[in-house]
């Protein structure tokens, strides 16, 4: 058989295509902002991750021209090698610092954050013990280890407890959970699962790419949300959402990073960050700590959505963070709802299986701190119309 066979019976996308209803790639003509030009138009950006709105801030933007200036394009070679600069120790210190952890390790994506963590870390005979909703950067850092990948129940304790007693005794374990999930917004039960942790003998790693800038004190995340910075040893993070730029980050102990910089292939192998997105990301940093006022807003604003959306009727999901889903059951009511938005000037973004149940389809919105109370009423008022007009 053809290797190539399967692509030649792949049509879902050209059906979609022909029905009108493909939801996929459209072209900015803007920057990432809360209103945006999208295939020639104008649409309220309600799908972004650009959650402080920094990828606009004129400090940021500046701080990655100056660096594209003086440094050029790109490093040319890995940190291993010949690609570490100096801004990229000044940003591993200055995360570790904000982390509140003794070290800071910079891969060049955050999906590359997670395979290079989690293989590096769970060796042959360890078990990674996974929430089932977790980022599927996660689920591939599993298959990349040489160690066994078990699953709880979302959010289940019981389920968690469950896979912690099967695992033999001796054997290294590390939990790993998402602390805001990306599709539901909702928040790891990370009190339970430290506990959980403490009793079987397990290390616990948080993925914060949808927490960091978003939630704990002065936007430090889910492990300061819940005031366990001290029993979460591995945070993961990513510069493509709060801050504003492209790459990824581990913070944890010194030791721990020590192993990793010189154990984690996908470290060792892959070219370093280029300047202008290390130097966008130090910035971007630098203005949450000077501003941590931002996060409030940012949570604000999504309260006043939550309501604003209950209040019109329309069916979103429970949600504690800036991300809120709107039940669409069907994929085929999922693709007409994020057209019928996507034509009246609202960008949203249909989720689909596998990243659902089937029956489970939803439409995700995300929110910015820099969006206005008057831009979300229009928004929400298109949204309640396409929703009511059946």
Avoid: W
């Avoid at 430290?194 to 978003?214: I, P, Q």
């Avoid at 993961?236 to 292939?265: D, P, W």
């Amino acid at each position: 058989m053809d290797i190539f066979s399967k692509c030649s019976t792949f049509t879902l996308a050209r059906e979609c295509r022909e029905r009108g209803v493909y939801p996929y790639f459209h072209a900015l003509g803007s920057r990432q902002d809360t209103v945006v030009t999208m295939d020639g138009a104008r649409r309220i950006m309600l799908g972004s991750n650009n959650y402080l709105g920094l990828t606009i801030h004129p400090q940021v933007v500046a701080a990655a021209v100056d660096a594209l200036s003086r440094l050029g394009t790109g490093c040319s070679g890995s940190r291993f090698l010949n690609g570490t600069l100096t801004m990229h120790l000044e940003l591993e210190s200055e995360l570790a610092a904000f982390l509140r952890k003794g070290g800071c390790v910079t891969f060049s994506t955050g999906f590359q954050s997670n395979l290079g963590i989690i293989s590096a870390l769970v060796g042959r005979g360890d078990y990674v013990v996974c929430d089932r909703e977790n980022h599927a950067s996660i689920y591939d850092g599993c298959r990349l280890s040489q160690g066994h990948m078990l699953r709880y129940r979302h959010s289940d304790m019981d389920s968690l407890e469950e896979k912690l007693k099967s695992v033999p005794q001796g054997a290294g374990i590390l939990i790993v959970t998402d602390g805001v999930f990306s599709m539901g917004g909702d928040i790891a039960r990370l009190p339970e699962i430290c506990a959980l942790a403490g009793r079987y003998g397990a290390r616990v790693m948080v993925d914060d790419a949808h927490g960091l800038g978003v939630i704990g004190e002065g936007g430090r995340g889910t492990a300061s949300h819940f005031g366990l910075e001290d029993r979460v040893d591995v945070i993961m993070g990513t510069f493509s959402k709060s801050l504003a730029s492209l790459g990824g980050f581990m913070a944890a102990s010194e030791e721990v990073c020590e192993y990793v910089r010189h154990n984690s292939r996908p470290f060792i192998f892959s070219a370093s960050i280029p300047p202008a997105s290390c130097a966008a990301a130090l910035a971007a940093l630098r203005q949450l700590e000077l501003h941590p006022e931002l996060p409030l807003r940012l949570l604000a604003l999504a309260d006043y959505a939550r309501a604003g959306l209950r209040r019109r009727g329309v069916p979103i999901c429970d949600s504690a963070a800036p991300i809120i889903p709107i039940r669409t059951q069907s994929v085929e009511n999922t693709l007409l709802k994020a057209k019928q938005l996507y034509e009246r000037g609202v960008y949203v973004n249909p989720v689909l299986p596998p990243a659902v149940a089937p029956g489970g389809c939803l439409l995700r919105t995300s929110y910015m701190a820099t969006h206005t109370e008057e831009l979300l009423d229009e928004a929400m008022d298109i949204i309640a119309e396409v929703f009511h007009d059946e």
